[in-house]
């Protein structure tokens, strides 16, 4: 897209009304640009470590929004389910723009950083075709494979990043060494999906394989800070150890195990940033959540983490059972108007939240209806809210009216962005929640359809 439109208007007007504040200015990132075909909406920045931040489109397809970062580094910009990587710091003016209709082909980066963020532009496209690809990739013998992806993911950024600009040499060798560990990254990948995609169910990978996929530092707190995919190796090597303390003491749980093993790292950065990923992962449906707390902040060093993981305990203990459920306002329902949390007192709510998209969510329709016939003359509403981003709005409709789904069929205004599903802390779909008739929660994290503890539950409040 090279008509680029920016708000320039209101840039202006944020740097003269802000002149002599130059200091606060300094403490946050300015984001603008414009989004083509779009009317509205939200994107999505994120980071590895669970920091996110949603800015808003308006209806003519602008944004412009002021973020304070807390780490310097490459994060994510994600738009409904696309994404690119972004480097940004504090006191940086980025604009990007970009079609709604083709994110991964459109966005184009300018302002500070630009070159650089544009190289990140060329990679998301190879990304989008790797995904598209992976069978085909992963068919091939381990040689090949190697190969192939060098051809295609090493060499290619290798020269896309020589042409960057305007960067110091750490920051291209941090990007150096960033291209290398997504190349291992994906070659990780192919010990898993080689067997599948072959049906060889006994293969052996060559010998020249563990050696070539753990070939990385595992102390680099410069790049842990700027990498995603140096994140997941770093997290995956130490998962696999958490599995072999599982395996030699039974009693622990993954979580505990895998706990216990990050609590030996050396390295300070490396262990509070696997530390918060798995508080925040496991924070929600721990069963001692005050302890799991306190362990936390026993161990952790990095204030920034300590200070979210705070606010994260407090918003999950707001939704400990009996407490009073978030409530949802208005959510369009596919059999026509509008419907809200507060309509349903006076009777219990199972609630299932998903999307079209979600493999899972999807497999769990079948036993939704069993148990809504069951138990559609008791004195419980079924509600089904989907998360589709509003690019999916119209095929939500569709199979919505083509499976003849049952139950009151709704959908969230803004996907994981509206406040219901933040309130929750909601991480992954398909998601259930059930409520009491007075509107208070019996579980934040009810059984799915399939499980029979959902009939126990049931039956344990008379439903």
């Not at 709005?393 to 499976?403: A, F, L, R, S």
Request: hydrophobic share 35%.
């Amino acid at each position: 897209m090279k008509n680029i439109i920016i708000a320039m208007f209101a840039i202006g007007f944020l740097f003269s009304s802000c002149k002599d504040e130059a200091k606060e200015v300094a403490d946050y990132a300015i984001l603008s640009g414009k989004v083509e075909n779009l009317k509205g909406g939200t994107i999505w920045m994120l980071n590895f470590d669970g920091w996110q931040k949603y800015i808003n489109v308006k209806e003519d397809g602008t944004f412009l929004d002021t973020i304070r970062i807390e780490k310097p580094g490459a994060y994510l910009i994600d738009f409904e389910k696309k994404r690119s990587e972004i480097y940004v710091i504090n006191g940086t003016n980025i604009q990007f723009n970009f079609d709604a209709k083709n994110f991964v082909n459109t966005i184009k980066f300018e302002g500070d950083y630009a070159s650089l963020n544009n190289h990140f532009a060329t990679k998301a496209i190879a990304q989008e075709a790797y995904f598209l690809k992976m069978k085909e990739l992963y068919v091939l013998e381990a040689e090949d494979c190697r190969k192939t992806l060098q051809e295609n993911y090493v060499s290619p950024f290798l020269i896309s990043l020589e042409e960057v600009t305007g960067i110091s040499e750490e920051l291209r060798n941090l990007e150096k060494r960033n291209i290398q560990i997504g190349y291992i990254e994906k070659l990780a990948y192919f010990k898993s999906y080689h067997p599948r995609y072959t049906n060889k169910e006994n293969y052996i990978a060559p010998d020249w394989f563990e050696k070539e996929v753990n070939d990385f530092s595992i102390d680099d707190t410069a790049l842990l800070q700027y990498s995603t995919e140096y994140f997941r190796r770093v997290s995956s090597y130490y998962s696999s150890k958490g599995f072999e303390l599982m395996k030699n003491d039974s009693t622990l749980s993954y979580s505990d195990a895998y706990f216990k093993t990050m609590k030996s790292i050396e390295n300070e950065a490396v262990k509070n940033t696997l530390l918060f990923s798995n508080f925040r992962n496991y924070i929600s449906t721990s069963k001692n959540k005050k302890e799991k707390f306190a362990d936390y902040l026993a161990i952790n060093t990095d204030s920034i983490y300590k200070e979210r993981a705070t606010a994260l305990y407090q918003q999950v203990m707001k939704l400990e059972p009996g407490s009073p459920s978030p409530k949802f306002v208005n959510y369009e329902n596919h059999a026509g108007g509008t419907t809200s949390l507060n309509e349903f007192k006076g009777k219990y709510v199972y609630i299932d939240i998903w999307a079209t998209w979600c493999g899972p969510c999807k497999r769990q329709i079948p036993y939704l209806e069993k148990i809504e016939e069951q138990y559609h003359d008791k004195n419980i509403a079924f509600v089904t809210i989907s998360v589709d981003y509003k690019k999916d709005y119209d095929k939500w409709k569709q199979m919505v009216t083509d499976k003849k789904m049952k139950g009151i069929q709704l959908i969230a205004p803004d996907a994981f962005n509206s406040e219901f599903i933040d309130a929750f802390n909601i991480q992954g779909i398909p998601r259930f929640i059930l409520i009491d008739p007075d509107g208070n929660l019996i579980t934040p994290n009810a059984p799915m359809p399939e499980q029979r503890e959902l009939i126990d539950l049931f039956n344990k409040h008379n439903i």
